[in-house]
């Protein structure tokens, strides 16, 4: 439902230091209900695609190669007011800058390996969860 539903991905790094159920717990325990759910591998052309907003920063070529590294987890996120809510679970872009206790904190290694993303607005959102999931794999 549009205004409920944001897409998460657990970034390469936080799936091979095995932090995934660390970090699913804490998405759990703020309220996140799970649609969808995804153990998946971008290929470097689909993580250009789902970052296509950032084609012509500098930091685009690094992300796309990060983000095509390793396996991820993709999920849909459920819980009123979703993608606000879920954008202060995990804090700043920057792990320096994020709150004590969210998830970036916690869990990234710098600001190019910040451990998890959450879409930005409820537009996005929806076409981020299109980018990985079909109607019949929500739930
Ligand atoms: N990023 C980076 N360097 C920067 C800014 C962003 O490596 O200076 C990476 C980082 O992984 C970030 C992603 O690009 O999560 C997308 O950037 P955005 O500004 O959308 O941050 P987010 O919405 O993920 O907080
Ligand atoms: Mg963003």
Known sequence: MAGNQT????KPETVSKNNIGPVLKQINEAGF?????KFTHLTKQQAGEFY???????????L?????????????LEKE???ADFRELIGATDP???ADGTI???FAESKSRNAVHGSD???????ECNFFFSQVERF
């Not at 897409?7 to 657990?10: G, K, P, R, S």
């Not at 209900?33 to 759910?37: H, N, T």
Request: no cysteine; hydrophobic share 50%; glycine share 2%.
């Open 33 to 37: 209900r799970i649609k969808a759910m």
């Open 81 to 83: 007011n979703a993608v």
């Open 121 to 127: 607005s409820d537009e996005n959102a929806i076409t």
């Open 104 to 106: 970036r904190k916690l």
């Open 64 to 76: 796309t190669s990060f983000m095509s590294s390793g396996p991820i987890v993709a999920a849909i």
């Open 96 to 98: 320096l800058n994020a």
């Open 7 to 10: 897409l998460t991905m657990i």
């Open 52 to 62: 296509a907003v950032h084609a012509d920063k500098n930091f685009f070529e690094d």
